[in-house]
C-alpha cells in the first residue's frame, strides 16, 4: 500500500513534507518506498559483482527510513566497500544514524547516513560505482519546478559517478516520459565533460500490487 501512501503525500519536493512524514513514524518498521531490497537485489547484483573492487562505493539518493542501503552494505560489498545514504530529512538520517551507528567506524568497510540534498551532493567528483534512486527523483519532479530539479538530481548523480559506474533509478513513470529526461540530461552532460560516454537503458521489474515498475539506468565511461 506504500504507492498508495506516496500518491496522496502533498508537497512531494519539500522538506518540511518528509520532516513530518518521518517523525509521525518513528517507532514504524523500516519503509520502502515501491521496492524492497528482496525485489531488487537479483537486479543490482550483477553490476556489483562483475565491477566490484576493494574501494567499491554506492550512493543511495533520497534513502529516508528504508534498509536497502543497509543489505547491499552487509549482504553484497562483504568485507570492503562503503555505502553512503543520503536525505534532506534530519529526522530520518538520524533515526537511521542511531540504528546503524555500529557500521560506521570501519576505515575500508563503512555504512554513512548524511543529510544532504540530492540536487546538490556534498561528494567529489567520480567518487561512486553505483548510485542509486528508488522514488527520490519521482517526488522531485511532482514539484512546481519539478523538471529543473530532476535535470540536477541527474547531473549531480552523472557528477559523483566514477568510471566505469551506472545510476539506477526504480520508478513507476512511463518510459516515454522518463527516457526524454534521461537522454537531454546525458547529451548535456557529454557536450560539457567531452571526456565521458553514458548510455541509457530501462527494463521492466513487473507489477506489484497492481503498479508496473521499471528501472532505469545509466551507465558512464570514458570516452
Not at 567529489?124 to 522531485?140: I, R
Request: proline residues 2%; charged residues 25%.
Amino acid at each position: 500500500m506504500l504507492h498508495v501512501l506516496y500518491r496522496r503525500l502533498h508537497r512531494l519536493a519539500e522538506r518540511t513534507t518528509w520532516e513530518k512524514f518521518y517523525a509521525a513514524r518513528a517507532k514504524s518498521d523500516p519503509l520502502d518506498w515501491f521496492l524492497d531490497y528482496q525485489h531488487l537485489k537479483s537486479v543490482l547484483q550483477p553490476w556489483i559483482f562483475s565491477n566490484y573492487h576493494q574501494d567499491f562505493a554506492v550512493l543511495d539518493l533520497g534513502c529516508g527510513i528504508s534498509d536497502m542501503a543497509a543489505h547491499i552494505f552487509l549482504d553484497l560489498l562483504n568485507k570492503t566497500g562503503k555505502v553512503d545514504c543520503i536525505d534532506f530529512s534530519q529526522t530520518a538520517i538520524e533515526r537511521m544514524q542511531k540504528k546503524y551507528k555500529h557500521c560506521f567506524n570501519h576505515s575500508n568497510h563503512r555504512l554513512s547516513y548524511i543529510c544532504a540534498d540530492a540536487t546538490s551532493l556534498p561528494f567529489a567528483d567520480c567518487s561512486y560505482d553505483m548510485v542509486l534512486d528508488k522514488g527520490t527523483m519521482d517526488a522531485a519532479i511532482r514539484h512546481q519546478n519539478g523538471e529543473v530539479m530532476g535535470e540536477k538530481i541527474i547531473a549531480e548523480a552523472l557528477r559523483v559517478m566514477a568510471c566505469p559506474s551506472q545510476f539506477v533509478q526504480i520508478s513507476d513513470e512511463d518510459p516515454d516520459v522518463r527516457l526524454q529526461l534521461l537522454y537531454r540530461c546525458c547529451n548535456l552532460y557529454r557536450e560539457n565533460t567531452k571526456s565521458y560516454q553514458t548510455s541509457v537503458k530501462f527494463r521492466e521489474l513487473g507489477s506489484f500490487s497492481g503498479i508496473e515498475y521499471l528501472m532505469y539506468t545509466i551507465e558512464k565511461k570514458l570516452a
